[in-house]
């Protein structure tokens, strides 16, 4: 049977912020000011005075730090001053997150978002072939499914596990992993409403039936532990706008190193994989081809074709070096309360909890019939930001959060 859309969600719209932030006011700020502990850090934020923002899963606001970092990049971009090299931010950024991850810095390819990213996994599988398989699963990303449904167009056979419970069993995934499958992909945190894939799990399923496994890291990264190694992961991607807390335009792809060129090749060829050497000027060496080169061998040789945007590489070498300084899991273990507190509250303001009893992500979502249309103008007008669409209500929680915010859309959706 053919699971739509509708029935694979349960309903669930897409996502929509109910309340638009307000201006962000010019700041200079050093990152060496910067406050780690304890939390709530909302002085390193400029959330305006007055509103409750719990939608970091949607938009992270960018640290003062990262933004006062992209300004003064601006500046010595315009003055035409001299300025640190792209090659060594890149190489700063790719070695922060490869920590954070526990990868090895030639593993880390920058990307443009977390499409680009598997969409060069895919193609480099070679993908589709008329012979193997994808598998993935009705809670991974819209644009995800909308690819691989695409591809399903010019041959790929896609199998699909849906949801049951508002989870991804591991027993439906397993019906539908064979000899034949190629790759598994899927969100390690949904989207929708914070589920949580046991990447270990998954991993030892697919592998053990040659298959590999590409997962979603863009609401994981950064507010949730991940260990690559630990969970035996082949590839993953995330944006930086998110919970990296930088800019639009630059993200990561991340492909395990024994996997380069035996199993996933190339697809885009540019100068940025290469060592290159002219031989055009008559002092050069001759040679038949007015270059030559050799090919990089570690993950920038294989998905990084050109130039990337550097300045949202110096926000993310400013907030990548911000989060390791308050930790992945104190992050997490701090936004935990307030997450309880909502889904014991809700229920009694008539939502239905969405997100699987034991979810410790950033986001938790409930269902109400006409959500939106009841609540929307509410919450706008008490300045609480969420994201609510349809019938589903989706809050998340940051390092700059308290317990108060939590209870600020607590009486905005009680009046």
């Given at each position: 049977?053919?699971?739509?859309?509708?029935?694979?969600?349960?309903?669930?719209?897409?996502?929509?912020?109910?309340?638009?932030?307000?201006?962000?006011?010019?700041?200079?700020?050093?990152?060496?000011?910067?406050?780690?502990?304890?939390?709530?850090?909302?002085?390193?934020?400029?959330?305006?005075?007055?509103?409750?923002?719990?939608?970091?899963?949607?938009?992270?606001?960018?640290?003062?730090?990262?933004?006062?970092?992209?300004?003064?990049?601006?500046?010595?971009?315009?003055?035409?001053?001299?300025?640190?090299?792209?090659?060594?931010?890149?190489?700063?950024?790719?070695?922060?997150?490869?920590?954070?991850?526990?990868?090895?810095?030639?593993?880390?390819?920058?990307?443009?978002?977390?499409?680009?990213?598997?969409?060069?996994?895919?193609?480099?599988?070679?993908?589709?072939?008329?012979?193997?398989?994808?598998?993935?699963?009705?809670?991974?990303?819209?644009?995800?499914?909308?690819?691989?449904?695409?591809?399903?167009?010019?041959?790929?056979?896609?199998?699909?596990?849906?949801?049951?419970?508002?989870?991804?069993?591991?027993?439906?995934?397993?019906?539908?992993?064979?000899?034949?499958?190629?790759?598994?992909?899927?969100?390690?945190?949904?989207?929708?409403?914070?589920?949580?894939?046991?990447?270990?799990?998954?991993?030892?399923?697919?592998?053990?039936?040659?298959?590999?496994?590409?997962?979603?890291?863009?609401?994981?990264?950064?507010?949730?532990?991940?260990?690559?190694?630990?969970?035996?992961?082949?590839?993953?991607?995330?944006?930086?706008?998110?919970?990296?807390?930088?800019?639009?335009?630059?993200?990561?792809?991340?492909?395990?190193?024994?996997?380069?060129?035996?199993?996933?090749?190339?697809?885009?060829?540019?100068?940025?994989?290469?060592?290159?050497?002219?031989?055009?000027?008559?002092?050069?060496?001759?040679?038949?081809?007015?270059?030559?080169?050799?090919?990089?061998?570690?993950?920038?040789?294989?998905?990084?074709?050109?130039?990337?945007?550097?300045?949202?590489?110096?926000?993310?070498?400013?907030?990548?070096?911000?989060?390791?300084?308050?930790?992945?899991?104190?992050?997490?273990?701090?936004?935990?309360?307030?997450?309880?507190?909502?889904?014991?509250?809700?229920?009694?303001?008539?939502?239905?909890?969405?997100?699987?009893?034991?979810?410790?992500?950033?986001?938790?979502?409930?269902?109400?019939?006409?959500?939106?249309?009841?609540?929307?103008?509410?919450?706008?007008?008490?300045?609480v930001n969420i994201s609510l669409s349809g019938g589903r209500l989706r809050v998340s929680a940051s390092a700059f959060n308290t317990m108060g915010d939590v209870e600020q859309l607590l009486e905005a959706i009680s009046r």
């Amino acid at each position: 049977m053919t699971l739509s859309r509708r029935e694979l969600l349960a309903g669930l719209g897409g996502v929509g912020l109910t309340a638009a932030l307000g201006p962000v006011p010019p700041t200079s700020f050093a990152v060496s000011s910067l406050t780690t502990a304890p939390l709530p850090a909302r002085a390193d934020f400029t959330i305006p005075d007055g509103q409750t923002y719990l939608n970091s899963a949607f938009i992270h606001p960018m640290p003062r730090a990262a933004a006062e970092a992209a300004r003064h990049y601006l500046e010595q971009r315009a003055l035409k001053e001299e300025r640190r090299s792209g090659d060594s931010i890149a190489a700063e950024i790719k070695g922060e997150f490869a920590r954070l991850i526990n990868a090895k810095p030639t593993e880390i390819s920058l990307v443009q978002n977390t499409s680009t990213g598997e969409n060069l996994v895919v193609r480099g599988l070679g993908l589709p072939d008329g012979k193997r398989n994808v598998v993935t699963d009705g809670l991974h990303f819209d644009g995800s499914l909308v690819m691989y449904g695409e591809l399903r167009k010019h041959g790929l056979d896609v199998r699909l596990a849906p949801m049951h419970d508002w989870r991804i069993r591991l027993e439906d995934l397993d019906a539908r992993i064979d000899r034949n499958t190629r790759l598994v992909a899927l969100s390690m945190v949904s989207m929708y409403n914070g589920w949580q894939h046991d990447l270990k799990a998954v991993c030892d399923l697919a592998h053990a039936r040659g298959a590999c496994v590409y997962a979603d890291l863009i609401q994981a990264a950064d507010n949730t532990p991940i260990d690559v190694r630990a969970t035996g992961l082949d590839f993953g991607a995330c944006s930086s706008f998110k919970w990296l807390m930088g800019d639009f335009g630059l993200g990561f792809l991340y492909v395990k190193e024994e996997l380069l060129e035996r199993v996933v090749q190339r697809t885009l060829i540019g100068y940025q994989q290469a060592d290159t050497e002219d031989h055009s000027l008559p002092e050069e060496p001759p040679a038949e081809w007015p270059v030559s080169w050799t090919m990089h061998p570690e993950a920038t040789g294989h998905f990084e074709a050109g130039t990337f945007s550097q300045s949202a590489a110096v926000c993310l070498s400013a907030s990548l070096a911000y989060i390791q300084r308050i930790g992945v899991s104190t992050i997490e273990a701090y936004r935990q309360p307030m997450l309880l507190r909502l889904r014991r509250e809700m229920p009694r303001l008539g939502f239905e909890p969405i997100t699987p009893e034991g979810t410790t992500s950033a986001r938790i979502a409930f269902h109400r019939k006409g959500a939106e249309q009841e609540f929307s103008a509410r919450l706008q007008q008490a300045r609480v930001n969420i994201s609510l669409s349809g019938g589903r209500l989706r809050v998340s929680a940051s390092a700059f959060n308290t317990m108060g915010d939590v209870e600020q859309l607590l009486e905005a959706i009680s009046r």
